[in-house]
């Protein structure tokens, strides 16, 4: 597969920033998040109504984020089309990269600690409610974390530094409900590990749709699926081989070397493509 990187996570000349836009979006985002926080406490239900309601509050939030996110970008001089939102042959990369990611955690588990599967109380039928619910969710946080922040902090300080100063916002994004405990804690340090794995994705492909697709298919094979969340809320229950470690966690040193390994891979395609765009055209920086 051929990647055309794009130039919006490239420093441009016209680039310009308003300090009010940036404050526009931090307000158009908080108003989102309290929609879609809203909905789950009144409506937490998974019954037919109250999930469509709170399904279309979310769609509702994502595209109120799209819409906002392209009118900042065009007034920072960048294009519209910056969050490449059009569906393309290469979509199909995003559930494959989504699938290698959790299959790389599923091996990394196994060798810490074995273990098989056996059936789950979730219907396969339950699984597309699931997905839908997912779909919606890792959209607007994708839009949050990946989109207008990720492109202007580009801008601004190089698509590197904005990797790495994106993480830790998502992570923090997961901690309420979890609370400053080590269970918080350890949400926050995978969720931020992952965030690279993502981010790397969008600027690869140079589609948010790839870290969309990522993230949405890498949560249904671990909470709906697969079951290796622990949860036992999955299609299938992971039944561990061995007594599970006391002196180290096996889940977070799993979650965290399948995401440093992707994100190494990521990292690596991304240097690459971007060497050979540099020889074909001197101009890209």
């Not at 619910?133 to 990946?146: A, D, K, T, V, Y």
């Not at 990797?163 to 309420?176: D, E, K, R, Y």
């Not at 036992?232 to 002196?247: I, L, Q």
């Amino acid at each position: 597969m051929t990647f055309q990187l794009s130039n919006y996570f490239q420093k441009r000349e016209n680039f310009r920033l308003n300090i009010r836009d940036a404050f526009s979006f931090i307000v158009l985002a908080v108003i989102v998040w309290a929609m879609s926080s809203v909905a789950q406490m009144l409506l937490p239900s998974q019954n037919l109504l109250p999930y469509f309601v709170r399904t279309a509050v979310s769609a509702a939030g994502a595209l109120i984020l799209i819409l906002g996110s392209i009118r900042l970008l065009k007034k920072s001089n960048v294009a519209a089309d910056a969050l490449r939102l059009k569906l393309s042959k290469n979509s199909l990369f995003n559930f494959i990269l989504g699938v290698i990611v959790m299959v790389t955690l599923g091996i990394v588990l196994y060798i810490f600690v074995p273990y098989h599967f056996i059936g789950g109380p979730l219907k396969t039928s339950e699984v597309v409610k699931e997905a839908h619910s997912f779909f919606w969710g890792n959209f607007i946080e994708e839009l949050l974390f990946r989109g207008y922040p990720l492109i202007i902090l580009s801008q601004l300080l190089g698509w590197r530094a904005a990797v790495c100063i994106m993480a830790l916002p998502l992570g923090l994004f997961h901690l309420p409900g979890l609370g400053f405990s080590i269970g918080g804690w350890k949400m926050v340090i995978t969720t931020a590990t992952y965030s690279f794995v993502f981010s790397y994705a969008f600027i690869l492909t140079g589609t948010l749709w790839t870290a969309i697709g990522a993230h949405v298919v890498s949560n249904i094979l671990l909470h709906s699926i697969s079951g290796l969340d622990g949860l036992a809320r999955a299609v299938f229950t992971s039944v561990f081989e061995t007594r599970w470690p006391v002196n180290y966690d096996p889940g977070l040193l799993s979650f965290g070397t399948s995401a440093i390994v992707m994100a190494l891979l990521l990292y690596l395609l991304i240097n690459k493509y971007q060497a050979l765009q540099r020889r074909q055209n001197p101009k890209f920086q």
